[in-house]
């Protein structure tokens, strides 16, 4: 037990950044468990906080200083370069057992909508990167001119923030809730 390894003395508090049912495996009681712990918690102000009532709301930073997260020059005699890099494949209305719709992200439809734009519109170049290195994903997204979340379950993720400390237009659809956290 981790209360005996550190002391009584030590103060415990837990940081979520996604669903209880993703925490825990899968498993709907390890789920509750984790919900209904007396232990403080904290949870980002992104979706997650739906699953968490009793935790308070922090926000998710990245280091602004940093200079992959700094905006960069980009080439503007080149067709326009829209930047998406889910970090799920599963489809929005095909859920696993272990994950909820708000795991999923929509990168199939979403990718979906970005190809049809890009070809209605004959302009432009879209990237769409998966299973790369969090800093290559970073460098990526820095040269391009803008940079797509997610559109399908109203919330925003780290690649929102990157891609607004970057200086660069950032696209996700946010609902009345993400909209009322924020």
């Not at 981790?2 to 049912?21: A, E, M, V």
């Not at 498993?27 to 712990?37: G, P």
């Not at 170049?125 to 299973?131: A, F, G, P």
Request: with cysteine; glycine share 6%; charged share 25%.
């Amino acid at each position: 037990n981790l209360r005996t390894f550190c002391g009584s003395r030590t103060r415990f508090i837990r940081q979520f950044h996604s669903t209880p049912l993703t925490i825990a495996g899968g498993d709907t009681l390890k789920a509750e468990k984790i919900v209904r712990s007396e232990i403080p918690q904290l949870v980002i102000s992104q979706y997650p906080e739906r699953f968490f009532p009793k935790a308070r709301l922090v926000p998710n930073i990245v280091p602004l200083e940093d200079s992959d997260y700094l905006p960069s020059v980009v080439d503007d005699s080149l067709e326009p370069v829209v930047y998406f890099a889910p970090s799920r494949d599963e489809p929005a209305w095909s859920v696993q057992a272990s994950r909820s719709r708000w795991d999923t992200k929509g990168a199939k439809e979403t990718e979906t909508l970005l190809r049809a734009v890009i070809t209605g519109c004959c302009k432009g170049k879209l990237i769409v990167r998966r299973d790369i290195p969090h800093d290559q994903c970073l460098r990526e997204k820095q040269g391009s001119d803008i940079v797509i979340d997610e559109m399908i379950t109203g919330s925003f993720h780290l690649s929102s923030l990157e891609g607004l400390a970057q200086g660069l237009p950032t696209f996700a659809f946010l609902d009345a809730r993400t909209l009322d956290t924020l």
